[in-house]
Nanobody, 121 residues
Framework: QVQLVESGGGLVQAGGSLRLSCAASGSRFSFDCMAWHRQAPGKQRELVAAISPGGITMYADAVKGRFTISRDDAKSTVYLQMNSLKIEDTAVYYC???????????????WGQGTQVTVSS
């Protein structure tokens, strides 16, 4: 059973930075495609960023140039560095994992419990 545990969320002022972490267990992490999704109040969950086992990355247009996804296979952990945060980045951020890239970015098999990120003015 794959388990994903996020940490690092919190309250930050607009323009600030946060780094989210997601620790995975129960899988062969180095083979997994990892992704961050988010859901704001009243909105659908959306993909933020994804990273393949080989380190290929993709980002939503809204976060390009501000967010960076990375992974440390030795620690079975994926990170999301968020800089220049905006009020519209406020959401619950979910870590996700799947062995197939397309599923990781759309309907992954495994989800974390989510961590709240709130950006204030």
């Amino acid at each position: 059973q794959v388990q994903l545990v996020e940490s690092g969320g919190g309250l930050v002022q607009a323009g600030g930075s946060l780094r989210l972490s997601c620790a995975a267990s129960g899988s062969r992490f180095s083979f997994d495609c990892m992704a961050w999704h988010r859901q704001a109040p009243g909105k659908q969950r959306e993909l933020v960023a994804a990273i393949s086992p080989g380190g290929i990355t993709m980002y939503a247009d809204a976060v390009k140039g501000r967010f960076t996804i990375s992974r440390d296979d030795a620690k079975s952990t994926v990170y999301l560095q968020m800089n220049s945060l905006k009020i519209e980045d406020t959401a619950v951020y979910y870590c996700a994992a799947d062995t197939i890239w397309a599923r990781a970015t759309m309907q992954p098999d495994y989800w974390g419990q989510g961590t709240q990120v709130t950006v204030s003015s």
